[in-house]
């Protein structure tokens, strides 16, 4: 039986060819969504772009039908615009003149009309879905673009005992995936599978007492290459770590897309900038030209052209953690570190004056083409699937892109662990040869004892 699935603007808004992810059903379109699309299509950053490429695609379907009577798409849906149900009653509380309620008033109408009719409403608003329920109106989230649990799971990194006999193998280039194995709770051997570039810490089978940190390469198990490597002084002090350094200092043309996530404190940021250091500031090979960070904040990214000043001006709150992490960084003294303020900010500055590093906003990444950059966007999970893609999509020749976030941690709206930038990139990057993933433990934050306290209790 197909279904009448009633669209929201915020899905339009967050993924302008949702419309295509209904199957063979029939997608409406309250008149009211349109409206808002309208007055929408004029906004700053993302949020206008995608309002605009929804009302582009509205118009395409016009000239092709009626939307009115429904406009048939090419995945045997159809797609029409609702403006009756004018005369549709709610309760009092709900008003009428909301645009949420005039949404509810076309669900509810359509299924006064057709009592046999599968209406369900498709919204990312929370609060809406829950008035819907208590009209007895069916309501989902929009799942075309969310990460199932399972994929939400994945860590890159995995557990694997090797055969005491191939040890040596190992450290000389690399042993087959064949030979690799797990246990159940008996003992007994049990096979394993693996992800192109996952990361894993090997016990001889033989030697309880030791270990060797390895990453999946095609059919094969590798030995990390960097790492006795120490970026900018900086040394790994967990095994997450060591996963993450290796990732990191790996060339863009190999590993051109890193993804980490992670709790706060696991040094995402604080190892990504040294490594970024390292290459740009201590590598006289010229490896990338310059860092470029940048911090989402979704309130932020909207309204920036709205602020005084200019752009560094408008963003420096927003890179705070990336002053703090270049003060531990410029100043390896920890007794000392903080007994002359004056000189410690004259360090930090010199590396924006001499733009080694640069700080920008994240909406004005999209539509460049990135060319021998070293490309940091921290709290990555604050950013939009449609958003992910436009970043890593304008990686150029010899640019690397580093997500850095904690899908734990979502500060935007209609955002949440499964339905944003961060966790999407991820699944869908999962696999390929050009990306490295590592997630970080939660007993591998380096930050304070309490921090690390907090981690566990909180």
């Known amino acids: 039986m197909k279904k009448t699935y009633v669209v929201d603007t915020n899905v339009l808004v967050q993924s302008p060819y949702g419309l295509y992810a209904f199957e063979e059903n029939e997608v409406v379109i309250p008149l009211v969504v349109v409206e808002e699309l309208d007055g929408l299509k004029k906004a700053e950053g993302e949020k206008g772009a995608n309002a605009r490429k929804a009302i582009r695609l509205l118009d395409s379907l016009r000239q092709r039908g009626n939307l009115l009577s429904g406009v048939p798409i090419q995945n045997g849906g159809t797609v029409r615009v609702e403006t009756n149900c004018v005369d549709v009653t709610l309760p009092r509380d709900l008003p009428e003149n909301e645009s949420d309620n005039r949404i509810l008033m076309v669900c509810k109408g359509l299924k006064e009309s057709d009592p046999c009719r599968d209406v369900v409403l498709v919204t990312k608003d929370i609060v809406l879905r829950i008035k819907a329920q208590l009209l007895s109106i069916r309501a989902e989230d929009f799942e075309a673009e969310q990460v199932s649990r399972q994929e939400a799971n994945y860590t890159g990194r995995g557990h694997a005992y090797l055969p005491q006999n191939a040890v040596g193998d190992f450290k000389n280039g690399g042993v087959p995936l064949s030979i690799l194995y ?178 920008e906003a994240l909406n004005f990444i999209p539509g460049r083409s990135i060319v021998k950059t ?46 944003n930038g961060l966790s999407y990139a991820a699944k869908c990057m999962r696999g390929s040869p050009l990306c490295w993933q590592i997630t970080m433990g939660r007993d591998e934050c380096e930050r304070s004892k309490l921090a690390m306290d907090a981690i566990q209790r909180l």
């Open 182 to 359: 797990s246990t159940d709770e008996n003992g007994d051997p049990l096979p394993l599978s693996f992800t192109e570039n996952e990361f894993f810490l090997l016990t001889p089978d033989e030697s309880a007492g030791v270990t060797l940190l390895g990453r999946v390469e095609g059919q094969q198990m590798v030995p990390l290459r960097y790492r006795k490597q120490r970026p900018y002084g900086v040394t790994p002090r967990n095994v997450g770590q060591y996963f993450l350094q290796e990732a990191l200092m790996e060339s863009a043309e190999k590993a051109p897309l890193v993804i980490v996530k992670g709790m706060a404190g696991t040094a995402k940021t604080f190892y990504s900038i040294a490594v970024g250091l390292e290459k740009v500031f201590n590598n006289p090979t010229g490896e990338y030209r310059r860092i470029i960070v940048s911090r989402p904040n979704a309130q932020f990214d909207d309204d920036i052209g709205f602020l005084p000043g200019t752009e560094q001006e408008k963003i420096s709150p927003l890179m705070r953690p990336v002053v703090d992490a270049l003060e531990q960084l410029l100043d390896s003294d920890e007794a000392g570190r903080y007994e002359d303020e004056s000189l410690l900010t004259d360090k930090v500055q010199e590396i924006f004056d001499r733009d080694i590093i640069e700080t």
């Open 374 to 419: 070293y490309l940091i966007i921290d709290e990555a999970q604050n950013i939009t699937p449609s958003q992910a893609k436009g970043i890593i999509t304008r990686a150029g020749k010899g640019t690397k892109i580093i997500l850095l976030g904690d899908p734990q941690q979502i500060d935007r709206p209609f955002l949440d662990e499964r339905t």
